[in-house]
């Protein structure tokens, strides 16, 4: 058994960062992310007067409920989605500021205009200096009394993540009414530490119901990312081998570590503890469909994968993966087709049959789960390339190292 310590949650990260921000008093994070997108959250906190000390496997933030120490800020959210959307809406609650904001050229392809339409719903002055609904973004803050709002978050759940944790920063809190709902268990992971940093939101159904207050700083431990531990459990469902990741256990936050049930379908054998996750497997996968619309980050790890099953696998209700980093559902597909593989697609699903994968470079179009999904496909297909191979940065910045001594284990 190979025992693979991953690390933190990006998605934790980001949210611990929002929240410890937010609150009132010093907030210390355990063992949190390390890597482009987080780096460049802690950066954008910094850049709007938040105190940021960072050790190795702790970091400290100096709360502010009042909002960011400066009244000017001009911030660069690199690649990150989850800071690309969280930090202007922590901005947007200041009592006064401008504060701007922009990104890379893949992040401004990116959708939000679910997000900035809500917040000038609540009376934030807003305006997209280039493209309506994606950035560059300008914000001009005084405050946000609260109120109702009407949002569909079937294109992102952080639509719906950002003004949850919003809310308590509010005169008077949110009441939300979601009409369209994707990748539900990240709203789960939401709700979950909004609690642990003192504030419980109200759901009946698709409504959500935020109170104002504020929040209570805390020690947070950040969990093992559970989409980076996908790319270790398919490679032992694949390989026939066994991996364990500690940290990911029955109570884990994240919706991703599901992941592991598709490969119980899939026939590998799955078992959960109260701290741990191990998957083994004879290395024989059997094909099936499978609705991944809230575990879609994994998507591209089952892809990738797929050719070795016994029979087709389909994958469907991942439109969302569409207006990703890249189009993951089209990416998945072209690098699979030049690997020789049969593969299908619609506007929603993809359909890949088995086959025989032969080597070779795989378009990464800079999106790091595309890289280290298809990492797996090489176990089987030795050979493979990447034209951009460091974009695992992102969320792994030693994934290769990482991967190559995990390989080199099970091939042992």
């Known amino acids: 058994m190979t025992v693979i310590h991953i690390p933190g949650s990006k998605s934790v990260t980001a949210r611990a960062l929002f929240l410890a921000a937010a609150a009132d008093g010093t907030t210390t994070l355990v063992r949190p992310l390390h ?58 609650a200041a009592a006064s500021g401008t504060y701007r904001f922009d990104a890379s050229a893949q992040m401004r392809r990116r959708p939000l205009a679910p997000l900035t339409e809500a917040l000038r719903t609540l009376g934030v002055v807003l305006h997209h200096e280039a493209a309506e609904g994606h950035h560059p973004l300008r914000i001009k803050a ?118 592991v049930d598709v490969l119980r379908r899939m026939g590998a054998d799955v078992r959960t503890t109260a701290d741990a996750t191990t998957v083994g497997s004879t290395g024989t996968l059997t094909g099936l469909t499978v609705n991944m619309r809230d575990i879609s980050d994994t998507m591209p790890t089952l892809a990738a994968i797929a050719p070795f099953a016994t029979s087709p696998v389909r994958i469907e209700d991942v439109a969302n993966t569409r207006v990703k980093e890249c189009d993951r559902l089209d990416a998945c597909a072209d690098n699979l087709r030049r690997m020789g593989i049969t593969v299908h697609t619609g506007h929603d699903w993809i359909e890949i049959h088995p086959g025989t994968p032969r080597p070779t470079e795989i378009t990464t179009h800079g999106d790091h789960r595309i890289v280290m999904s298809f990492a797996v496909t090489g176990l089987r297909a030795p050979g493979m390339t990447y034209d951009v191979p460091g974009c695992v940065r992102k969320t792994f910045p030693r994934f290769h190292e990482a991967f190559a001594d995990f390989a080199a284990t099970t091939a042992g």
């Open 142 to 259: 005084s405050g946000i009394k609260g109120g109702e709002l009407t949002l569909d978050a079937g294109e992102s759940s952080q639509y719906l993540t950002a003004l949850l944790m919003l809310g308590p920063l509010t005169a008077e809190g949110l009441r939300i009414d979601v009409t369209e709902l994707v990748s539900a268990p990240y709203i789960e992971i939401t709700l979950a530490m909004m609690r642990s940093f003192g504030v419980e939101v109200g759901r009946e159904g698709n409504t959500f119901t935020v109170p104002p207050g504020g929040y209570r700083p805390t020690t947070y431990a950040v969990e093992p990312d559970a989409s980076t531990a996908s790319y270790f459990f398919a490679a032992a469902a694949l390989t026939g081998r066994e991996v364990t990741v500690p940290g990911l256990g029955r109570d884990a936050l994240q919706g991703d570590l599901r992941f």
């Open 35 to 92: 890597s482009d997108d987080t780096e460049g959250f802690t950066e954008g906190l910094t850049r709007l007067g938040y105190a940021v000390a960072r050790e190795p496997d702790r970091w400290h933030i100096e709360g502010r409920p009042a909002g960011p120490a400066v009244t000017d800020a001009d911030v660069y959210c690199r690649d990150g989605a989850t800071t690309a959307r969280f930090l202007p809406t922590l901005a947007a």
